[in-house]
């Protein structure tokens, strides 16, 4: 071989080794940070159990249509096509694992993580998913979200009638299937912050001995859960709650758990005497706070006063709630939500007023968030902030 041909291979092989070098340097082999929470996994693939031909509501609601029916206005079944949540999950601050507890089954995720890159949360190692079920994806959490493990149909009783592989697993079916999506306590990032704590609130509450998620949210009712079958112990699945509906015209399932205590007021008042109101408010049917969960839900009780001509002449407005400020570093400024049993009252006036009639409205409306919340989320008119829970008006007259 020619020297001088054999000196310039020499000089490019070494050139190569020194860039590849200089390369690997550049770019080390990232690790890939293993999941540990439960939150940051998808439940894995579950298979359509035998005796079935498809894990859609629907088609388990082709035999237990109640439990369909039920379930269909919930806001279990809106988890993931739910305004608030798409347009939050659109966000780059959003990382991959907010999808884990509204569409939990790997079958209704279009990407499997494997882990974290550098342990980085907006870098997750991720394949596409071959079979990943789009349409399941839609229904949140949907029956099999709760019932499918080990590709058979997880019930209490372990029915020996039913058409399809049925496990009997009450341990699972329990609350703490609820728990593990109702209580996740976790920083992120600074400006994004896990703070569901529904679970704790009840296990801390004085409740835990006596009723669970599952006795308050899930009622028990005798009857057949097949057509023409007997009557056996069953559940309402409608998971009523807030009640403040996720779909225009919708109405979803509310359970009450306040109770208002109103203090008469007196039909006259001397000119010159000071008009005073009281009002309690009382958490009395709640195993947790109220409001629980999402931060951002809140309480208004609203005191508003207007004279004869129907002019505003005063209005008075206490908040139950949290407060939160999220930038630059999601911070809890405060909290009186009002914790199981807890009783609280409001005391408060208009002072002297002139001669006239007047009428006093006393109103209580549950709030998912506030306006400014919600134009940030460009959510349209079509998303319900608040209802109404409660209503009392007054009328009284000032006079020598
Ligand atoms: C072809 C009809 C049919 C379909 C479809 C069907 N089931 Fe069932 N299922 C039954 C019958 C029948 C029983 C037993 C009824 C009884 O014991 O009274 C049953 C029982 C159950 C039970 C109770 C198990 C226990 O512990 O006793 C659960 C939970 C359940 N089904 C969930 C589902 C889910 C979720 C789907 C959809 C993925 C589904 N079923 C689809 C007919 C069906
Ligand atoms: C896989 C996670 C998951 C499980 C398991 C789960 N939930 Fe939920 N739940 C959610 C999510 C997410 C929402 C809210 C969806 C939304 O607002 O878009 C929700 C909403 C609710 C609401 C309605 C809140 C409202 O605004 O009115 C109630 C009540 C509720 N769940 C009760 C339960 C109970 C009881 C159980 C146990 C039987 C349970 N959940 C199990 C994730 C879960
Ligand atoms: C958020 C979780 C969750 C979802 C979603 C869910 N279930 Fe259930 N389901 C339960 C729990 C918990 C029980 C058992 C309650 C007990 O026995 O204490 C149950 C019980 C049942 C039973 C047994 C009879 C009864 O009513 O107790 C049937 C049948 C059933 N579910 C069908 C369905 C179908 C069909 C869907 C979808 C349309 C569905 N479930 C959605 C949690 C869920
Ligand atoms: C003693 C009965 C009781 C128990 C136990 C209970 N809840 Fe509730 N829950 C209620 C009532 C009543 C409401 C309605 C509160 C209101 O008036 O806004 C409610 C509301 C909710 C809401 C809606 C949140 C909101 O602020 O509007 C969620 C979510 C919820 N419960 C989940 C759970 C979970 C998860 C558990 C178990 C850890 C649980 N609940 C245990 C009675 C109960
Ligand atoms: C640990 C489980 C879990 C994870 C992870 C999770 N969520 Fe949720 N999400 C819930 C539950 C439970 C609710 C219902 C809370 C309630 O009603 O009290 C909910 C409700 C919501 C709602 C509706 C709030 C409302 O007031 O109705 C939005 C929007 C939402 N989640 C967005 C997200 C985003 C964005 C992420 C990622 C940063 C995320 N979720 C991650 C469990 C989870």
Redesign the pocket.
Known sequence: MNKKIGIVIASMVFAVVILTLFLLRQNPEPVIMPLTE???KAVPYQEIPEGLFSLSAESCGACHQQHYEEWKTS?HAH?WT?M??Q???K?E???Y??????IPLENQQEYIVDGLIDGDVYQPSRRKNERWDMKLQQEGITCVACHLRGDAIVGTIGSDKAPHRTVKDPEFLSESLCI?????V?T?TPQ?T?N?E?GDEWKQGGYASEKNCISCHMEEVQRPIFPGYDDRTSHYHSFP??G?S?VAGETTGMLNGLEFYPTEMKRRYALGESVQYSFSVKNEHAGHRI????P??FILISFTLVNQKGELVKKNVERIGEKWEWHPVAKKLGDNNLDPKEERAYKGGFGKLKKGKYALTIEVTKH??DEKTANY?KLTNAYLLFISIYEKKYSFEVSD
């Not at 694992?97 to 509204?102: E, F, K, L, P, T």
């Not at 409001?291 to 999402?294: A, I, K, L, Q, R």
């Open positions: 439960s939150w940051e806001t988890a739910d608030q949540y347009a939050e999950l966000k601050s959003s990382p694992m907010c999808i884990n507890c509204h593990s999506c109702h209580n996740a976790a992120i994004v896990c569901f529904t709650g807030s403040i996720k409001p629980t969960g999402d951002e839900r998912r968030m989320n």
